[in-house]
């Protein structure tokens, strides 16, 4: 017959243990939550000004190429592969499509 021996001291976790472990996780969540929150607004804001200039620098290099600017919604430059090889890109923080204005040979419309 087995006997049953409880070594003296020793206990199981109390659920006030347990909720003061809850509330502390919960505190410390609500702090970092919100941080990672601003920073994905920045890479996104970081990202739209990556492919403006990306635009711009292969609509300075379409020009030179064929003597005239993309359309100005950019159909034609995100169609050829070699100017943009996974095709048109679309602002991450609105999903709006950037637009191009010949006359001042600048992407129009996304001064995030």
């Not at 034609?76 to 709006?96: E, Q």
Request: proline share 4%.
């Amino acid at each position: 017959m087995k006997s049953r021996t409880r070594h003296r001291g020793q206990r199981g976790i109390s659920f006030l243990e347990v909720m003061a472990v809850v509330v502390i996780l919960g505190i410390i969540a609500a702090i970092a939550l919100p941080r990672f929150g601003d920073s994905t607004a920045a890479a996104k804001t970081a990202t739209c000004r990556i492919n403006t200039g990306n635009i711009e620098v292969q609509a300075a290099l379409w020009y030179r190429n064929k003597g005239t600017w993309p359309a100005s919604d950019l159909s034609d430059i995100f169609a050829d592969t070699s100017y943009f090889p996974d095709g048109a890109t679309s602002c991450p923080l609105d999903g709006s499509t950037y637009t191009f204005d010949a006359a001042t040979e600048e992407v129009v419309g996304h001064a995030h």
